[in-house]
């Protein structure tokens, strides 16, 4: 069955701007997550979505804010891009419901390029 | 607050040669444990996970991973290392509850493999 699909692989945008990415999650999967990685930072934890509900949030700037949408699939949005906002944002789906602990099964991510 | 050490940045090892990466974590209480692999560009990939019991987990690709609650360690293993395994590896926990499936994650160890 098809993995976890976000959209697009690679994006490059300028500070100020705003950007959108797409995750498509596996089917069935109800419970997505987004992480945002950097070489200086690792991998931290953005939100995590169950059912079009935030069940939990990183402690990241409002700029950064995301939904979930009735067929599961997931958009992050980042507001006013800084040049720190470059990362690869990662995204994961899992079958369960949070709290159970059953891990995700991660997407390819998306590149994010500020210049 | 939660917190998962890989006191290991870089580790080489040749091919063929038994592994071992740490894993350290801090937490009020045992949470649930991974293990994620990660080949350059891509998303991780889940090797093993522990949720209670038998303290010897198994996963793919070979790897083998114990908990230790004296230690407070989830060490991952394999008996014999094979050049593809070159990848960044990442140890995880999440709450048992009322943190959602939301991932701490290590730094990472970066794993080269010699021929």
């Known amino acids: 069955k098809a993995g976890v699909t976000q959209t697009p692989r690679y994006l490059i945008k300028t500070r100020g701007q705003q950007v959108t990415l797409s995750c498509s999650p596996i089917?069935?999967?109800?419970?997505v997550s987004w992480y945002q990685q950097t070489p200086g930072q690792g991998l931290q934890f953005l939100f995590e979505y169950f059912s079009e509900t935030q069940r939990n949030k990183g402690n990241f700037p409002g700029r950064f804010s995301g939904r979930q949408f009735s067929n599961s699939r997931s958009e992050m949005n980042v507001s006013t891009l800084e040049l720190g906002d470059s990362a690869l944002y990662l995204c994961a789906s899992s079958l369960e419901l949070p709290g159970t602990g059953y891990g995700y099964t991660f997407g390819s991510g998306t590149r994010l390029t500020v210049v | 607050a939660q917190s998962v050490t890989q006191p290991d940045i870089h580790i080489t090892v040749s091919e063929g040669a038994s592994l071992e990466l740490r894993c350290n974590y801090s937490?009020?209480?045992?949470?649930?444990l991974f293990w994620y692999v990660q080949s350059p560009g891509q998303g991780l990939q889940l090797l093993l996970k522990y949720f209670s019991g038998d303290t010897l987990v198994q996963g793919i690709k070979g790897f083998e991973a114990e908990f230790k609650r004296s230690q407070s360690s989830f060490n991952l293993r394999k008996p014999s290392v094979h050049w593809s395994d070159a990848a960044e590896y990442f140890c995880a926990v999440a709450p048992k509850s009322g943190g959602g499936n939301k991932l701490t994650f290590g730094t990472g160890t970066q794993l080269k493999v010699e021929l």
């Open positions: 089917s069935g999967h109800r419970s």
């Open positions: 937490y009020g209480a045992t949470p649930y």
